[in-house]
C-alpha cells in the first residue's frame, strides 16, 4: 500500500496533474484550482466597453505613396488593377519600400488593415525578378495559412509563380507532391512544416526570406520550439519578416536573435479598434441561451460570429441554434480541414448567417462585413479579446463587439 501511494505522489509535480499544468484538484490545493479556472478574472470588464467613433478609411490615414510608386512588375500592377486596389494602407504604405530594399522589418498593425499584401505584393516582386529566390511564410492556424495562399494566388495570377500549402488535417501526400514541382512560395503551419522537414521533404536551408505572421499568435499556441529550430537551419544571409497586431516582450528576444537591424512600423492607432463599438451583457447563467437567441433574432444581426471556449461547447451551441432555427455552423480543431473550410466559405458566402468558433478563429481571417462578434465565453486574456473584435469592423467599416457577462 506504501509503495502504491508513493507511485501516485510521483506522478504529480507540485499539485500538478500529469502531462499538464493543469493543478491536481485535491482538498489541498481546491482553492488554488478554483482560482485558476475563473475565466478572465485577469481582465477588468469594462475594458470591453467602449463607443466607436466615425469610421475612418484606413486608406486616408498619411498615404505618401500610390501602388505605381513601388515599381512592381508589370503583372503585379496588373493584377491589382483586376482585384481593384487602388491605394495601399497605412501598413503597406509604410513597409513595402522597407521591404523592396532588402530590409528586415518588424509589421505592427490593427488587424483588418491589409498586413497580408504589405509582404506578400514585394515578395512576388522580388520573386518574379529572380525565380531562385524562395520563401517560406509561417502561419499560426491552417486557415490563416489558407487565406494567405488564396491571396498569393490572386496577386501573381499569369506570373508563372507557384505556391505549396503544407498543413495538418489534408493529405501529406499531395503536399509532397506540390514541394516536387519546386515552388517558389511555402506557406505552412509550424507542426506540418517540422514534419515534412524531418521526412526530408522540405529543406529549410533553402528559403531566402522567411515570414512570421501572427507570431504573437504561435508562441501563445505553444510553437516557439519549432519557430527556433526553422530558424536556426534558415541561410544566415536572408531576409526576415515578422507581422502581428502586437508583439508581447517574449518576441522581442526572438526578434534580437534573429533579425539583422529591423526596421520597426508601427501603424496600431489603439489596442481595439477605434471603429468597434464594445459592450457587455449582464446576464444570469440560466437564462444566457435565451437572451443569446433572442439577440441573434434582431434584424440588425446579419452576420455574427460567436466566440466560445471550448470546442464541446462550441459544437453544442451551433447544434442549439440550428435547431432553434438560425443559420448557424462551427469551427473548431477537432473538425476536419475540409469540414472547417466548408464552414468557413458558408459563412463567407452568406449560406449561413451565424459561424461559432473558437479561439481558432480569432486570428487573421479575413472575412467581409461581418456585422458582430459576440464573446458568448468571457476570453482567457485581453489579448485574446482583442483578436476576436478585430474579425468586425475591418478596412475601417463599422463593427460591434459584444461580451456576455454573468450578473
Known sequence: MKQFKSKRKRSFN????????????????????????????????????????????PNSIEIRNS?????????????????????????????????????DLVGLANTGTGKT????????????????????????TRELAQQIDQEFKKFSSNMRLYSAICVGGISIFKQISDLKRNPNFVIGTPGRLKDLNKRSRLSFSIFQNIILDEIDRMLDMGFIEEIRQILAELPQKRQSLFFSATIPPKIETLIKQFLQDPVTIKTTTSETPTNVDQDIIKVEASKKLDHLKNLLSKESLKKVLIFSETKRDVEKLSKNLTISGFKADSIHSNKRQNQRQKALTRFKENQVQILV???????????????????????????????????????GQKGIALTFINN
Open 14 to 57: 507540485n499539485g500538478f496533474s500529469r502531462n499538464s499544468r493543469r493543478p491536481y484538484c485535491n482538498k489541498k490545493n481546491l482553492k488554488f484550482y478554483s482560482k485558476k479556472k475563473v475565466r478572465g478574472k485577469e481582465i477588468d470588464i469594462q475594458r470591453f466597453v467602449q463607443k466607436a467613433i466615425s469610421p475612418i478609411a
Open 117 to 140: 499584401a504589405a509582404f506578400l505584393l514585394p515578395l512576388i516582386d522580388k520573386c518574379f525578378k529572380n525565380k531562385n529566390q524562395k520563401v517560406l511564410i509561417i502561419a499560426p
Open 67 to 103: 501602388f505605381r510608386d513601388f515599381n512592381f512588375c508589370q503583372g503585379i500592377n496588373q493584377n491589382l488593377t483586376t482585384i481593384g486596389f487602388t491605394s495601399p494602407t497605412s501598413i503597406q504604405d509604410q513597409s513595402i519600400k522597407h521591404i523592396m530594399s532588402g530590409r
Open 357 to 395: 468558433a473558437t479561439d481558432v478563429a480569432a486570428r487573421g481571417l479575413d472575412i467581409n462585413n461581418i456585422s458582430h462578434v459576440i464573446n458568448y465565453t468571457v476570453p482567457q486574456t485581453y489579448n485574446d479579446y482583442i483578436h476576436r473584435i478585430g474579425r468586425t469592423g475591418r478596412f
